[in-house]
């Protein structure tokens, strides 16, 4: 079994809730290659903020790719290489503010990927700014006065938007979360995961997360109503329950499936990309 493990010294805070999820993911690449899915045919892809050091520390195929960029990245992989397991690493701000509208329509495409979100809401690479998910009254550097704006919750947005597979994990309960990350992996189609990653620096929300924090199971994952309401019980905001667990899944036909049989020589590929240059000399 190979060591997942790299050499790179780990650059996280201690209590940093990423260091649950280096090492959840860590188990479940090694349970899924015993299982037979070659790791070789796994690739990693991050964006930009603490989340993305995650790829430094395993030792398996990765692409860093530019801040709210990481889903369009991990699509074209998907597309040009279609037995390939993609996941995709992004952070609140990352994937929930500048690149929203990748994330809405990889959701709506339906394409094969597995995007796994740190959602420590709060920018803490930049000092603790705000993000779309932070709680009502957060002092910040940009908010001395407190935060005015109410978060918006993700999860109804992607279950709107299509996904067929949407989750929500804390890794603190390491066995439950790493269940929940193996299934979106392994589900056929969009796959979102929102982690309660905690910031100790900037958002520590540990005392409050551990308190309210419950795992949930839905009579039926493919009830869309069902996962609304559940969705819905919490608005990130509320010092209520927080029902963590898979809320969604859906069988249905994903984006890369369309080009299936779509394959051309590599002298007909270089003739069409001729064509179309063509057309802008």
């Not at 839905?218 to 010092?239: G, K, M, Q």
Request: charge should be negative; glycine fraction near 8%.
């Amino acid at each position: 079994m190979m060591d997942l493990k790299t050499d790179a010294p780990i650059q996280w805070c201690p209590g940093c809730g990423n260091f649950g999820i280096l090492k959840s993911l860590q188990s479940v690449l090694q349970d899924l290659s015993r299982e037979g899915l070659p790791l070789e045919r796994i690739v990693i892809v991050s964006g930009i903020g603490n989340h993305a050091k995650i790829v430094d520390y395993l030792h398996i195929n990765s692409f860093y790719s530019i801040h709210g960029r990481t889903i369009p990245a991990a699509e074209a992989i998907k597309l040009a290489s279609p037995d390939m397991k993609v996941i995709c690493i992004a952070g609140d701000g990352d994937a929930y503010a500048e690149g929203l509208d990748h994330l809405i329509f990889a959701a709506k495409r339906n394409i094969d990927i597995t995007v796994i979100i740190h959602d420590n809401r709060a920018f803490s690479l930049a000092t603790g700014q705000f993000t779309p998910t932070t709680q009502v009254n957060y002092i910040g550097t940009t908010t001395p006065f407190g935060d005015k704006e109410n978060p918006f919750n993700p999860l109804e947005l992607m279950l709107a938007s299509g996904a067929t597979f949407i989750g929500r994990g804390y890794p603190v309960r390491s066995k439950h979360f790493q269940e929940l990350i193996k299934a979106a992996i392994m589900h056929r189609g969009f796959s979102l995961v929102d982690v309660l990653q905690v910031c100790v620096t900037y958002n520590n929300l540990y005392d409050s997360y551990n308190k309210n924090v419950v795992e949930t199971q839905v009579n039926d994952p493919a009830s869309f109503d069902e996962a609304l309401h559940t969705i819905r019980a919490w608005d990130y905001n509320s010092e209520g329950p927080i029902a963590i667990g898979k809320f969604y899944e859906a069988d249905k036909p994903g984006y890369e499936q369309n080009f299936s049989g779509f394959k051309l020589q590599k002298d007909d590929r270089s003739s069409k990309l001729q064509q179309v240059f063509a057309k802008f000399i």
